[in-house]
């Protein structure tokens, strides 16, 4: 990533500690699976967590589980009534994320979808008061126009990588293409914040608090 090293190291550093089972998924995940890099990483991992302990869902769409570290995360702080439901194309990243999951207390919140995303989010039912991208960048816009008419009145849609590394600097970089798109919809407001790699946070902009 096109970001200041030490500066990360600092925010991990002075971050709360990462949690026991995470780091055991993290060294697993690099020594199984290898795209370590593709990791939530500790810092955006407690990020989500803040904002799962923050907006309290009920229901949490994550769209690219990978190892299941950004998945267990959320789950730390999600209400005893929340569920998440969560896609990932290849089974053997499934079956790492299986496996931690099974081993963490929040196994009964978490459905672990293997299949394509698109056809996940077309079977599930209802709303979704949270959304987690982090699959192929190339399917940004289309998860995005499936899931925004999808989010409850107060629901967020979080998506990861929306530096992609610097290349969105690059004009036809995907993800920059989907920031583009976000940022020139009336439908959404949105903020992206310089967290790892890049997270935005997207909501409709017809809310109003009340």
Known sequence: MNIDEALQEYAQAVSSPHDPLLVELSDETHR??????????????????????TARPTRVLEIGTFSGHATLSMA????????????????????????????????????????????????????????????????????????????????????????HGGCVLEADDPVAAFNTHVAADPRSSQVLLT????????????HRPG
């Open 32 to 53: 199984s699976l290898g795209s370590g890099q593709m990791l939530t990483g500790p810092v955006a991992g407690r990020f989500l967590e803040l904002l799962v302990w």
């Open 76 to 163: 730390a702080a999600l209400p005893a009534a929340g569920h998440i439901d969560t896609c990932e194309l290849d089974p053997e990243r499934a079956a790492t994320a299986q496996a931690y999951v099974d081993r963490s207390p929040w196994a009964a919140q978490i459905t672990i979808h293997i299949g394509p995303a698109g056809e996940t989010i077309a079977a599930l039912p209802g709303s979704f008061d949270l959304v987690f991208m982090d699959a192929d960048k190339t399917g940004y816009i289309d998860y995005y126009e499936a899931v925004l008419p999808r989010l409850s009145d107060h629901g967020l849609i979080v998506a990861d990588n929306t530096l």
């Open 195 to 206: 967290v790892r790699d890049g997270m935005t946070l997207i909501r409709h902009a017809a």
